[in-house]
């Protein structure tokens, strides 16, 4: 197909994809850094959506019903900066594509989080972009059935490149769609066969066409470097229900003699004569960074398109009763619906006055019940550990039949749970939920960094925190990953030592728009501490004064976190016995606390007494706390299996540990 400007000049789409090349490969030598390979061999396929097919609005980035665009092979950047450009995206301008890499330009080595200039999510770990393309998918089919096609009806692509295919949480996210039914997602694969250590065929033997048919996928084939039939495969995916997947094979790194179809297309260096020689094998006579005028016309027509659909949809939008357009409108700003809080504050209300020893991960169940009456937005799922984790409740299932439900069984797939929540979340329009057992969160490592990298509020609970689940042993057992989960920017990770901080761990992190929050939570009974009720939520303070010291001035402060605490306030009685005044503090959020002033913090952190933390975990942090003199009470090394109780004594976990560790440093 050939486009026609408004001089009436035709240009054909081989010649628009040229323009991505050429500046992706000028960006790119300028920078003297970069991936040539996917700008050059995609650009067909990239033309072929974005004048075709692909509903955007450049001048309105955050449209809510434009069509999602995912560029996962993310190393491949300039394929994307070079179409927002040329499509007239304003953030884009010539002078951020010639600062490619640049400190402080919008255009970074992989694509980052940014929807205002027109990035839909972070991209660069393979394979998170398929995972989060997975997850809009669901967002919008979930927001469809609430607001019908004439509000919600929109299309999600992923450019996919073989390393994103390889990785494991492919696996996950491409049977999880097929099994859901995801009409309305098309992945196209890059098909270059090549990577960085060379030809695919040297780690890869499996037929990707089989995989994704045997997944439920529909699946076509077509020459990558021919627009006319990349598009006309788009448009048949518009006509089956399943999810589709279009294998396009490209040359990777097409146009540069030296390079092309070569393992040097993936990363290496590319030169001035490199660009030379594609100019001349290309047939393209203009200098670096310049976009003859008729060839930019083009570009711009296919935004235009776009924008004639966004006022279309605007007229519909405007037609809604008042009240549907306030309901949307709060959807897509992120909002909570007026008077959440009530009942997130009911519940805690009768926490306190009805007091029992109520495992950590029930009563985050509690909560969640709580929470999603109030807020229809929220959507709960776990992978495979629906009765373990309690945090289905009331919800029905998400399925292929029934897409008002709110419960994602994900099966055995934490790696594609965590990277589908952050695909809904940058969606916007929904509260993704998920649970799992901490120690399985290492599984989603790189889903919790890119939600931290984004500042984007996914909930993320995770059960089962220590040698407290007791007989499933070390495997089971985490130690060392609180200290991990507390190393992330963004991240408040919370760790409520009873019902009542459960309560406002799940107020805040409900309240928490600029990054993800970890809720960590015991199998084990917790006992009651908190015994009066206030709607100040402690736990915003990171770290406050559960228990006084009495009979004069405080020699002994206690700190703990979790199921811990009330081993501390036992370990208290102990030394309040002896004389020595004790305070003991709850300390749910390290992150939480620094973010309260230094006057405050120093009436916590009781310098001048003899300190000793109590966490069944790895020591690793606490010294900022208790000073390297401190004491801990803790985990030196894996867990067992043994009854809880045994454990605890065994790993001598106990109020008498405590007060020796604190008669030590008096």
Request: negative net charge.
């Amino acid at each position: 197909m050939n486009i026609q400007t408004a001089t009436d000049k035709v240009i054909d789409m081989r010649t628009m994809a040229h323009a991505i090349r050429f500046l992706s490969m000028d960006a790119i030598v300028r920078a003297d850094d970069g991936h040539p390979g996917t700008p050059l061999g995609g650009a067909d396929i990239a033309t072929a959506l974005f004048t075709r097919h692909l509903s955007f609005d450049p001048k309105e980035p955050t449209w809510p019903d434009r069509d999602r665009f995912v560029h996962s092979a993310g190393h491949g950047s300039m394929l994307l900066y070079s179409l927002l450009n040329l499509a007239g995206y304003e953030a884009f301008g010539i002078e951020q594509i010639r600062n490619f890499r640049v400190l402080g330009s919008n255009t970074p080595g992989h694509p980052e989080y940014e929807p205002e200039l027109g990035i839909e999510t972070t991209t660069g770990p393979l394979g998170q972009g398929i995972g989060n393309a997975v997850g809009m998918a669901i967002a919008e089919t979930i927001l469809n059935a609430r607001f019908g096609d004439d509000i919600v009806n929109h299309r999600t692509y992923a450019y996919v490149g073989d390393g994103c295919l390889m990785e494991g949480i492919s696996a996950e996210v491409i049977a999880l769609a097929g099994h859901l039914g995801l009409g309305k997602l098309t992945f196209l694969w890059d098909d270059n066969r090549m990577t960085d250590d060379g030809v695919t065929e040297q780690a890869v033997s499996e037929n990707q066409l089989i995989r994704f048919e045997n997944n439920g996928w529909h699946v076509q084939q077509v020459d990558g470097h021919d627009p006319e039939a990349v598009a006309a495969a788009i448009a048949l995916t518009k006509q089956d229900k399943r999810p589709s997947m279009i294998a396009c094979r490209t040359l990777i790194g097409f146009g540069i003699p030296r390079i092309q179809n070569d393992r040097a297309a993936h990363g290496g260096k590319i030169t001035k004569e490199d660009t030379d020689a594609a100019r001349e094998n290309l047939n393209w006579h203009h200098a670096p960074f310049v976009i003859p005028p008729e060839i930019d016309a083009a570009w711009k027509v296919a935004g235009e398109k776009g924008a004639d659909a966004r006022r279309a949809w605007q007229k519909r939008f405007d037609a809604l009763p008042e009240a549907e357009q306030k309901e949307f409108q709060r959807l897509m700003a992120g909002a909570l619906p007026e008077g959440w809080e009530k009942a997130i504050l009911e519940k805690k209300r009768q926490f306190v006055e009805k007091p029992e020893e109520n495992a950590g991960i029930r009563a985050s169940g509690e909560m969640l019940a709580a929470a999603a009456d109030a807020i229809p937005e929220l959507i709960s799922g776990a992978p495979d550990l629906e009765a373990a984790t309690q945090h289905k409740r009331q919800l029905s299932p998400f399925t292929s039949k029934d897409r008002g439900g709110r419960y994602i069984h994900y099966g055995v797939r934490e790696h594609a749970m965590g990277a589908i929540m952050n695909g809904m979340t940058v969606h916007k329009g929904v509260v993704a939920v998920g649970t799992t057992f901490l120690v399985f969160s290492d599984y989603m490592r790189h889903t919790l960094r890119m939600a931290s990298m984004m500042e984007i509020p996914s909930i993320f609970v995770f059960s089962h925190d220590s040698i407290g689940i007791g007989k499933n042993g070390p495997t089971h057992q985490p130690v060392e990953i609180l200290a991990s989960l507390r190393a992330y920017p963004n991240m408040w990770t919370i760790r409520p030592a009873d019902a009542v901080e459960m309560a406002e761990a799940w107020q805040l992190a409900l309240q928490h728009r600029n990054g993800p929050t970890s809720i960590i939570c015991s199998r084990q009974p917790l006992t009651p501490l908190r015994k009066i009720y206030s709607d100040e939520n402690l736990v915003s303070k990171g770290a406050y004064i559960l228990a006084v010291a009495e009979g004069g001035e405080r020699k002994a402060t206690l700190f703990g976190t979790g199921s811990e605490v009330a081993i501390a306030i036992e370990a208290r009685k102990l030394l309040q016995a002896k004389g020595i005044p004790t305070a003991v503090i709850s300390m749910p959020s390290w992150e939480l606390f620094e973010k309260q002033d230094e006057a405050y913090r120093e009436r916590i952190l009781g310098r001048d007494t003899a300190r000793v933390a109590v966490e069944a975990a790895v020591r690793l942090g606490w010294d900022h706390y208790i000073g390297e003199k401190g004491g801990f009470v803790g985990m030196k090394g894996f867990g067992a299996s043994g009854d809880t109780a045994d454990l605890y004594r065994h790993f001598n976990i106990t109020p008498q540990a405590i007060v020796e560790e604190v008669e030590k440093r008096l």
